[in-house]
């Protein structure tokens, strides 16, 4: 067992309200520089600079983790991990065809940018990602599993597009087993005051839009990783996050 630390939240120049410096190599290079070990891709309902991104990590001996951060209909944001980047596509691909379209106004919400490995642009999107899906919160969860990811609500201690903020508790159907903060030290304050957490498995995510805000390691999970291989630590983080044995 060793420790590995993590930040499943980092978005790239795919999502409108991130910078365009926050390409897969500068990502996964800021990354390495912070100690970090392994670093999920979640740009908002949209994995498709994903396949950079891995190959960007392995660069520099980051274990990447293909996900999305999903705006739900109710406007809550989801984080979705998937440990195989093939299910990570095809989940996009589903989504793609839930998202309510409009065109992005780029002198507004920003450049979404498409990349390929060495940084360089190789599309656009043009409608907004950054907007509610049709999808509801109790349907997420079953529609990340038909694609063998697990999800978990995000930054639920913001006002913005928090579970809490939004519903007013943190609920027990969907049953989520694990829980996004992104101060670390309002976890036991939240705990307090809404007992289902104390039953999850709590993660600390940076939701980092430009290069600063991607944070030096300080959280970990400590998982076996023998025989050694990046696709064996990822399957042993899957486990630890989805509740599954061994």
């Not at 639920?156 to 597009?161: A, K, L």
């Not at 519903?167 to 087993?177: A, Y």
């Not at 309002?186 to 709590?202: A, D, G, M, S």
């Not at 030096?216 to 291989?229: C, V």
Request: proline content about 4%; overall charge negative; aromatic content about 10%.
């Amino acid at each position: 067992m060793n420790r590995y630390y993590y930040d499943f939240h980092i978005h790239s120049c795919l999502s409108p309200c991130a910078d365009n410096d926050m390409t897969p190599n500068n990502i996964a290079g800021m990354a390495a520089l912070a100690g970090l070990q392994i670093v999920a891709l979640t740009d908002h309902n949209s994995c498709r600079n994903c396949p950079a991104f891995f190959k960007a990590a392995k660069k520099y001996g980051i274990i990447p983790v293909a996900g999305m951060e999903l705006t739900t209909a109710e406007d809550i944001h989801v984080v979705c991990l998937f440990e195989r980047l093939e299910d990570a596509l095809r989940f996009n691909d589903e989504v793609d065809g839930l998202r309510i379209r409009f065109k992005n106004r780029v002198d507004i919400f920003g450049d979404q940018l498409l990349v390929d490995e060495n940084d360089e642009v190789i599309g656009t999107e043009e409608d907004l990602l950054s907007n509610a899906t049709t999808i509801p919160i109790d349907g997420v969860p079953s529609l990340v599993e038909k694609y063998n990811g697990i999800c978990f609500p995000a930054h639920v201690d913001r006002e913005g597009n928090g579970i809490i903020a939004t519903l007013g508790t943190f609920p027990d159907t969907p049953r989520f087993l694990v829980a996004e903060f992104h101060f670390a030290e309002k976890i036991e304050e939240y705990r307090q005051c809404y007992p289902r957490l104390r039953e999850v498995l709590v993660t600390v995510g940076s939701d980092a839009h430009y290069l600063w805000d991607i944070r030096d390691k300080q959280h970990y999970f400590e998982l076996d990783d023998e025989p050694y291989s990046g696709d064996f630590v990822r399957g042993q983080l899957f486990r630890l996050l989805g509740g599954r044995s061994n």
